[in-house]
């Protein structure tokens, strides 16, 4: 099944104070190298604009809110430095999630993997459905969760980090992420996560911008080395994204998708 790394989008969307970023790729809104960066600047753009005061950051559909990283792409890799210049892709949008000034909520109605979690560990403030099962799946298709690791321990600890990063084939519930610091809260439908959603944000989006950046900073000290973490930690994924053993587990994932 070809997942076209070409077809996938990001918009962004700003109103009273609020910016609404929404990826999209119909493969279950994977992540591939275009829609990370796409992504990137469009975070970028809302920490940037003045009128902003807090960002929310979703993906389109029901079913999935993000497969995490394209399969085409990953299995395409033919060398460490192609390797590393895709798995930056998902280093640049934490930190830019991380450096942005502005509060981001992310909404996250159904399943989430991989980067996917990533982006949820990223967030200022994560709000789900009781669809939105997790799963660190890296290690199944011999890599490993490098890049977004340092992002989803600071968020759950190292205890849950490793629980997921080790047993990367299950599934842990909605309520487990919740339970584990990853959701701050859950819900058991869409209607009522984007209830909540508009009524934080608009709450937010009155609140005084320059308290809130300082939050933001002090909510994130300690994090000012991750540029050159994530860094070393794309080179680690890229270097074992070109293994036999994960080229042939990436095609078994492909067939099973079919």
Not at 188 to 202: G, K, N, P, T
Request: glycine share 8%; with cysteine; net charge negative.
């Amino acid at each position: 099944m070809q997942e076209n790394i070409q077809s996938g989008s990001v918009d962004i969307d700003i109103k009273a104070g609020i910016a609404t970023i929404t990826f999209y790729h119909p493969a279950h809104n994977a992540l591939p190298g275009p829609v990370l960066s796409q992504l990137e600047g469009a975070i970028r753009v809302a920490g940037d604009d003045n009128s902003v005061k807090v960002v929310i950051l979703q993906s389109a559909g029901e079913r999935a809110f993000c497969a995490g990283a394209s399969f085409d792409e990953l299995v395409s890799i033919e060398d460490a430095n192609n390797g590393k210049h895709f798995f930056m892709g998902f280093a640049n949008v934490i930190n830019a999630m991380r450096k942005c000034p502005k509060f981001i909520i992310v909404r996250v109605q159904g399943k989430a993997v991989g980067g996917g979690v990533g982006l949820c560990a990223a967030a200022d403030y994560c709000i789900a459905t009781k669809w939105a099962s997790i799963k660190l799946s890296e290690l199944a298709i011999g890599i490993g969760p490098f890049v977004v690791g340092p992002a989803i321990e600071r968020k759950m600890g190292a205890s849950a980090m490793t629980h997921l990063a080790i047993n990367a084939t299950e599934w842990k519930t909605a309520h487990w992420a919740q339970e584990k610091g990853l959701f701050n809260e859950v819900f058991d439908s869409i209607e009522q996560l984007d209830a909540y959603v508009a009524h934080l944000s608009q709450q937010l989006s009155g609140f005084n911008p320059e308290a809130m950046r300082e939050l933001k900073r002090a909510f994130w000290e300690g994090t000012e080395h991750w540029d050159a973490l994530l860094e070393a930690r794309a080179a680690i994924s890229g270097s074992l994204v070109l293994s036999s053993y994960t080229k042939q587990a990436i095609e078994r994932f492909k067939h099973k998708a079919e």
